[in-house]
């Protein structure tokens, strides 16, 4: 057959298999090698919920997806062009994600009775079973061949199949034109102190690329062409990574130094890992007993003049919750970044929801308003953390970062900024005794910003206390109403003030008109996207994406007025929505809401849009 390759604008890969398969290494490796080439990408790794799943079993798939594309892509993809599938609980698992025309690899050896029993097909065609019809199969022994490739290495063949992963994305590579240099280059810096494992994988991978150059099942390939980029040194980079250098340069900015108190938790660990491996940068970090103790050393660290972070998810912040109000009453600057998972209680820790909104916005007792931030895709996750720190540490408060699975753990490429174009971080920190003071009064407050000052353990005649009772603004413990009632009005006011430091929200596509769709957090992505195919298909509407929850941005107001309808999306049963129905109740908001631990897919966005128009 003549081969011909083909120029597509984007492609969507799934690879998918058991936990022990490597699908999330497998899945890295095609997204750096497709970011090295210069494709613009997202990716979304979907980990089985169960630690120890039976082998062979559907609750035991693990999966990530990466959608790669010559422009700009937003989403890791609805549908996939490419399903790649170790065992038949992945393809049984995944067949819903398959475009019409898709492609579909899978090691053929484990499509034996055994296997297809664990996935629990009923007979032994699995692709007949699932009635998958106009797709281009490659049933390839990924298995024995790999046995085949290593059998003069001096590897039992049990731990040389574990290589299998790297034969799946020989052939991924070979289908796409994708060179195998920067694998190559992966395997030299990861193995460089394992010769022999780093030249199993080379063999493997090239012996995959080789089969599927033989087989005629690929009649023609396709080549996804770089991206055009603004010029820049980029790399690819996940949010939670980004949170972490984000924090990193406020740091640098504010000269303060950076420490970290948490309890290990999924999604948000890798925070405190990448935290942990720069101490050279003189970071802090100390991985605590519990929550409560992280976020407890964290203000500790705080009142003793450090840049204070606790990283958590849900459950986490539902027990950070008092001490969150300590940092509330004691006016020091913490930030505490969320990246929320599916709930309630311990809920599904590897599925990604939007579910923690009302917790960070009301979750603590007595009159506590926190800022909120959250950061709309992984790069952005670098700038949230970065504000977030300048605006604890300026304001004197709190700042919660809501991240989400999908964001902490999915990647893009990021264009390395240059630290002189952030702005400096200021802190009130006070050195000497003012004049007008017989001894420090520790909330006494700016009158335009309502931000006490910040004195250092240590400051000589700055000798203060903090703590969890209410005081007035000498410092001296007070339970006098009136007392009680103006610091909680002035605590209130600065939270509020913040609005007139955050940036104004902006609309996306029309600025006025019929329909004005809502989003905050990680659905950015698949709400541009959404509003590009809606613009295309002739339908005006804007989008309003916020990244900034409490305070709103003061222009609010002004934007929903712009138009007729309101519709609000979010991963959840409807928090977002019903704040703003509180904050602006002359407006009336339809909502879309989704709770299945999965991020939206464009086309229930579009579908939902249209059902409006019509």
Not at 306 to 315: D, F, H, W
Not at 391 to 411: C, K
Not at 515 to 539: C, D, F, K, N, P
Request: aromatic content about 8%; glycine content about 8%.
């Amino acid at each position: 057959m003549q081969h011909k390759v083909i120029d597509v604008q984007d492609v969507v890969i799934r690879f998918t298999g058991d936990s022990g398969d490597g699908m999330q290494l497998t899945g890295s490796l095609f997204a750096d090698a497709s970011a090295y080439f210069g494709n613009d990408i997202s990716t979304f790794p979907d980990y089985p919920s169960e630690i120890r799943a039976p082998q062979g079993t559907v609750a035991g798939v693990s999966g990530f997806q990466v959608h790669i594309g010559s422009g700009a892509i937003y989403t890791p993809g609805d549908y996939c062009d490419v399903l790649v599938a170790m065992n038949p609980a992945a393809l049984k698992s995944n067949v819903k994600w398959l475009k019409p025309n898709a492609t579909i690899i899978v090691d053929i050896d484990t499509f034996d009775q055994k296997g297809l029993q664990k996935a629990g097909f009923q007979t032994e065609d699995a692709f007949a079973e699932l009635k998958i019809k106009n797709r281009n199969i490659i049933a390839a022994p990924i298995s024995t061949l790999t046995k085949e490739c290593l059998n003069n290495c001096g590897m039992d063949p049990k731990s040389g199949l574990r290589c299998k992963n790297m034969f799946a994305l020989g052939i991924c590579f070979f289908l796409y034109n994708m060179p195998l240099k920067h694998t190559e280059e992966f395997f030299k810096k990861h193995f460089a102190k394992s010769p022999g494992l780093m030249d199993m994988n080379n063999r493997v991978l090239k012996d995959g690329y080789n089969y599927a150059g033989n087989i005629q099942a690929i009649a023609d390939t396709y080549i996804v062409k770089p991206s055009k980029q603004k010029p820049g040194l980029y790399r690819n980079i996940n949010g939670n990574r980004a949170i972490a250098w984000g924090l990193m340069a406020a740091s640098e900015k504010s000269g303060r130094p950076l420490f970290c108190g948490s309890y290990p938790i999924t999604p948000a660990t890798a925070i405190l890992e990448e935290l942990a491996i720069h101490k050279e940068l003189g970071v802090k970090t100390l991985q605590c007993e519990d929550e409560i103790a992280g976020i407890c050393t964290a203000i500790g660290a705080s009142y003793a003049g450090s840049l204070a972070v606790t990283t958590t998810s849900g459950p986490g912040l539902s027990l950070k919750s008092e001490a969150l109000g300590l940092a509330v009453m004691a006016e020091l600057p913490l930030v505490v970044v969320d990246v929320q998972r599916a709930g309630p209680s311990t809920g599904i820790p590897t599925k990604t929801e939007q579910t923690d909104l009302n917790q960070a916005l009301y979750g603590r007792n007595g009159e506590c308003p926190v800022a909120v931030i959250a950061p709309h895709s992984p790069s952005h996750c670098f700038e949230a953390a970065f504000y977030a720190a300048k605006y604890a540490m300026e304001h004197m408060m709190p700042v919660i970062v809501l991240s989400e699975g999908f964001l902490g753990n999915g990647s893009e490429p990021w264009r390395i900024p240059d630290m002189k174009d952030y702005p400096e971080i200021k802190p009130p920190v006070i050195d000497t005794l003012p004049a007008d003071e017989p001894y420090f009064y520790p909330f006494k407050r700016d009158p335009d910003t309502m931000v006490p000052r910040w004195a250092l353990p240590g400051t000589p005649h700055l000798e203060h206390r903090v703590g969890g009772l209410e005081k007035n603004h000498k410092g001296a413990v007070s339970s006098d109403p009136l007392v009680h009632q103006q610091m909680v009005e002035e605590r209130a006011q600065k939270v509020a003030l913040l609005a007139q430091v955050i940036p104004q929200q902006k609309i996306i596509g029309e600025q006025e008109g019929d329909i004005l769709i809502v989003s905050w957090g990680g659905t950015y992505g698949h709400m541009l996207s959404a509003e590009s195919q809606l613009r295309a298909e002739g339908i005006q509407v804007g989008l309003a994406h916020f990244d900034y929850i409490n305070p709103l941005p003061s222009n609010t107001e002004d934007v929903f007025r712009r138009f007729k309808k309101i519709m609000v999306f979010e991963l959840n049963s409807g928090h977002f929505v019903n704040y703003l129905r509180a904050k602006m109740p002359q407006f009336s908001y339809l909502q879309y809401n989704k709770i299945q631990g999965q991020p939206f897919i464009v086309t229930e966005i579009t579908e939902a849009i249209n059902k409006i128009v019509k």
